[in-house]
């Protein structure tokens, strides 16, 4: 269901980037899906891996698993930005042309995994992103950092270092968004590397990924079986990510969404991100875990929407980049305007990601499993 509201959110991302607004109108919250995935990450890789280590589990093993679970739907992202791009008209933002070797760079770093530097000359897009021919990859680079660290150093620590180590994280993830340390008056970093964007987009990573393997090694100990507990936690996202913003400021004040009260001013937009991300993701990631489902039709629902939430997310943000051009050429900026644009360009998203799951994605992976 996250998936499904990330691309909901990007909708609404169009129309405040098309307008040149500093505030997403609805579902204002909707960016927090990225830290609700970091925690579930670190909860199903903790939960599948811990007990495996030292038996049948070695580094190479585990390296193998996680990149054939992962980098085919990042290479399919990959040529679906670059597909993309090239109907678009192959421009930046600002309609400068982009060179036919610049579009190869960039396919080729997006497909190993490798950042653009804002204004190289392969950030064919112009718009400072990580890898501009699918932007949301820049959470998967994060996503390999956390597994590599994990194999390496965190799945050593015991469950009280781990808990220590969550704890001074989650006190850094509280700093940094309540005293909008990037100043964008949201916890919106990683997608660039300029300024602080890397070091922001790591602590965005590892804080709710080690909160999420802590979870996974304590979770047996309490349970509660929830009937409908997936119904119960799309609804509870769902209410969150629909927060509106919180312009109030303690110390300061904020114009036009960003902090202009100084190091001291403290958001009351950030404590509202640092608890979701500390305390009511968890919660939820536990309730989710712990629920079960006895209809058929929840159980169907909770398969193919699980089936296709990781594709969903990795390729559907080049069709969002059309709907983008589309709202700028054209001027339009809301949902009113546009409601049977939108909901064809989500639509497309979700057949793009079925589609690439079992033609694609599940094929190739059963392949490289026997290798």
């Not at 680079?141 to 956390?146: R, T």
């Not at 150093?153 to 340390?181: C, P, Q």
């Amino acid at each position: 269901m996250a998936a499904l509201l990330v691309v909901w959110y990007h909708v609404f991302e169009g129309y405040q980037f098309a307008s040149g607004s500093a505030i997403i109108q609805e579902i204002n919250h909707g960016y927090l899906a990225v830290d609700f995935f970091f925690i579930l990450s670190g909860f199903v890789i903790g939960y599948a891996y811990d007990d495996r280590w030292e038996k049948t589990l070695t580094l190479g093993k585990f390296f193998k698993r996680r990149l054939i679970r992962l980098h085919p739907m990042v290479v399919m992202g990959a040529l679906i930005g670059l597909v993309m791009f090239i109907l678009q008209g192959a421009v930046t933002w600002n309609g400068t042309p982009a060179s036919v070797p610049a579009m190869l760079i960039a396919l080729l770093c997006a497909m190993l995994m490798i950042p653009a530097l804002p204004g190289c000359g392969y950030e064919v897009r112009g718009n400072g992103e990580m890898f501009p021919l699918n932007g949301p990859a820049w959470s998967l680079f994060f996503e390999y950092i956390g597994n590599i660290l994990y194999a390496l150093f965190i799945r050593r620590l015991s469950t009280k270092a781990l808990a220590i180590l969550a704890g001074i994280l989650s006190i850094l993830l509280l700093w940094f968004t309540a005293t909008d340390v990037c100043g964008y008056g949201m916890f919106g970093v990683g997608w660039t590397l300029d300024g602080l964007n890397f070091w922001g987009g790591l602590l965005r990573m590892l804080c709710p990924f080690t909160i999420g393997m802590l979870l996974s090694r304590v979770f047996h100990r309490i349970q509660f079986k929830v009937k409908g507990a997936f119904w119960i936690s799309s609804i509870i996202l769902l209410l969150l990510f629909h927060v509106p913003y919180i312009e109030s400021m303690v110390g300061g004040s904020i114009v036009n969404g960003s902090n202009v009260g100084g190091a001291d001013g403290i958001t009351l937009n950030g404590v509202f991100e640092a608890v979701c991300i500390i305390l009511i993701f968890p919660a939820i990631v536990w309730l989710g875990a712990s629920g079960t489902t006895t209809d058929r039709f929840s159980t169907r629902v909770c398969t193919f929407l699980g089936d296709i939430s990781f594709p969903l997310y990795i390729v559907h943000y080049p069709f969002m980049y059309y709907f983008y051009s589309w709202l700028i050429e054209k001027q339009l900026f809301t949902l009113g305007e546009t409601w049977p644009e939108a909901l064809i360009t989500c639509g497309v998203s979700i057949a793009a990601a079925w589609l690439c799951l079992k033609f694609y994605d599940l094929p190739v992976r059963r392949w490289l499993a026997k290798k």
